[in-house]
């Protein structure tokens, strides 16, 4: 690969991390499932991706996400999540907020509409991205950071590509039977060696992974415990509230995540605005990804007592929710100012831009959608 290179800094505490990660797989007999070392390499304190200082988002980051290109996608869900709070409580929570750009967004839109917000709770792990948070959210007195699910919420929860930075386990098919992918460390390396599924790992195959021992010997693919766990989490937060939560993600249904020809899974890496697929590249400066199984999300959201609400494209719930009515409170005739704009929206709702291949997945408790949002509704195809 040729990619960019990293500051000595970076590359010293991509060092500092690879070091960690060894003396862990060395600690644990000489291998970790990969799902533990995706988690050191985003998360390990203040060395992982998102726990260390490396910038993320934007220009200067490795990824952009829809609220960085632009403040309609946040106007819009600000649309939805007003209708939600109407039926609940003026509360809000974001996971994994980026840059802050989403919350300024929606609570700068609901203002406007004069809608009331109590409470703006951002939980996020990264401390470089919290301080860019508070300094884009300082005239926002509602907003507050944590770690920690609340035990019991009434509004709506917001999580834009949160669930697709959540540690995965990856399985291979070999010789009619399942195997974890494990990292040991090689000549000073780290690398991929099989190992035997444990009894929740078989669990989690069966589950997600329809028609899984038909498979052909060879074909590799991610299962998402991790995921499946936070949306168990969503359900018990809601257990004794009303709201929804409202889930934006890049993914499919399990019956297009796991087709024959997908042999060697979703997982990505992104680098200075570079996608590849090597997991172990400059630990700690990569974002490491796999695309969402929503249909394992919606089972998982529905088995612990949450409604599933919905589930769309991001263009039908976007176009749903009114991003074409905001768009066009900017005077055409004015292109300097509307071209800017409608390109924005059209990279956020084109089928060969992000419109279809991300998707969105509304879940809740004793709420309903906006007639509009119901209608765009596809839940019946997961």
Same mark, same amino acid.
């Given at each position: 690969?040729?990619?960019?290179?990293?500051?000595?800094?970076?590359?010293?505490?991509?060092?500092?991390?690879?070091?960690?990660?060894?003396?862990?797989?060395?600690?644990?007999g000489?291998?970790?499932?990969?799902?533990?070392?995706?988690?050191? @390499?985003?998360? =390990? #304190? /203040?060395?992982?991706?998102?726990?260390? +200082?490396?910038? %993320? *988002?934007?220009? $200067?980051?490795?990824? !952009?996400?829809?609220?960085?290109?632009?403040?309609?996608?946040?106007?819009?869900?600000?649309?939805?999540?007003?209708?939600?709070? @109407?039926?609940s =409580? #003026? /509360?809000?929570?974001?996971?994994?907020? +980026?840059?802050? %750009? *989403?919350?300024? $967004?929606?609570?700068? !839109?609901?203002?406007?509409?004069?809608?009331?917000?109590?409470?703006?709770?951002?939980?996020?792990?990264?401390?470089?991205?919290?301080a860019?948070?508070?300094?884009?959210?300082?005239?926002?007195?509602?907003?507050?950071?944590?770690?920690?699910?609340?035990?019991?919420?009434?509004?709506?929860?917001?999580?834009?590509?949160?669930?697709?930075?959540?540690?995965?386990?990856?399985?291979?098919?070999?010789?009619?039977?399942?195997?974890?992918?494990?990292?040991?460390?090689?000549?000073?390396?780290?690398?991929?060696?099989?190992?035997?599924?444990?009894?929740?790992?078989?669990?989690?195959?069966?589950?997600?992974?329809?028609?899984?021992?038909?498979?052909?010997?060879?074909?590799?693919?991610?299962?998402?415990?991790?995921?499946?766990?936070?949306?168990?989490?969503?359900?018990?937060?809601?257990?004794?509230?009303?709201?929804?939560?409202?889930?934006?993600?890049?993914?499919?249904?399990?019956?297009?995540?796991?087709?024959?020809?997908r042999?060697?899974?979703?997982?990505?890496c992104?680098?200075?605005?570079?996608?590849?697929?090597?997991?172990?590249?400059?630990?700690?400066?990569?974002?490491?990804?796999?695309?969402?199984?929503?249909?394992?999300?919606?089972?998982?959201?529905?088995?612990?007592?949450?409604?599933?609400?919905?589930?769309?494209?991001?263009?039908?719930?976007?176009?749903?929710a009114?991003?074409?009515?905001?768009?066009?409170?900017?005077?055409?005739?004015?292109?300097?100012?509307?071209?800017?704009?409608?390109?924005?929206?059209?990279?956020?709702?084109?089928?060969?831009?992000?419109?279809?291949?991300?998707?969105?997945?509304?879940?809740?408790s004793?709420?309903?959608?906006?007639?509009?949002?119901?209608?765009?509704?596809?839940?019946?195809?997961?």
């Amino acid at each position: 690969m040729s990619l960019p290179l990293p500051s000595s800094d970076a590359l010293a505490a991509s060092q500092a991390l690879q070091r960690m990660i060894a003396a862990e797989i060395a600690d644990q007999g000489g291998a970790i499932p990969f799902a533990r070392f995706m988690e050191l @390499a985003l998360y =390990a #304190p /203040n060395l992982g991706y998102y726990s260390g +200082g490396a910038a %993320k *988002l934007g220009r $200067d980051g490795d990824f !952009t996400t829809s609220p960085e290109i632009s403040p309609l996608f946040g106007a819009t869900l600000a649309r939805a999540a007003a209708a939600i709070m @109407a039926q609940s =409580a #003026p /509360n809000i929570i974001e996971f994994g907020a +980026g840059t802050g %750009k *989403l919350a300024y $967004d929606v609570l700068t !839109t609901l203002g406007e509409l004069g809608v009331r917000v109590d409470s703006y709770t951002i939980i996020e792990l990264s401390g470089e991205l919290r301080a860019r948070q508070q300094e884009v959210l300082k005239d926002f007195p509602q907003v507050r950071w944590t770690h920690d699910f609340p035990v019991a919420f009434r509004g709506v929860v917001l999580a834009n590509e949160v669930l697709d930075a959540m540690p995965v386990e990856l399985v291979v098919r070999d010789a009619g039977r399942w195997l974890r992918q494990m990292v040991t460390v090689e000549d000073g390396r780290f690398a991929f060696t099989p190992a035997e599924p444990d009894a929740a790992l078989v669990d989690q195959i069966a589950r997600q992974i329809p028609d899984a021992d038909t498979l052909q010997d060879g074909y590799l693919t991610e299962v998402h415990p991790v995921a499946c766990g936070f949306m168990r989490s969503l359900a018990q937060m809601f257990e004794k509230g009303k709201g929804a939560a409202i889930l934006i993600d890049y993914g499919f249904p399990a019956h297009e995540y796991y087709f024959d020809e997908r042999t060697s899974g979703t997982l990505m890496c992104h680098y200075r605005h570079h996608a590849h697929p090597d997991p172990f590249y400059l630990p700690g400066l990569q974002d490491i990804t796999a695309h969402v199984d929503f249909t394992a999300m919606a089972l998982a959201a529905h088995g612990a007592g949450l409604d599933v609400l919905g589930y769309m494209s991001q263009a039908a719930f976007l176009l749903a929710a009114g991003i074409g009515e905001l768009l066009l409170k900017t005077d055409p005739e004015d292109a300097l100012r509307y071209l800017p704009q409608s390109k924005a929206v059209q990279k956020l709702v084109s089928p060969a831009e992000m419109g279809e291949l991300f998707k969105v997945l509304i879940v809740g408790s004793g709420v309903a959608l906006e007639p509009a949002i119901e209608r765009a509704d596809r839940s019946h195809k997961l």
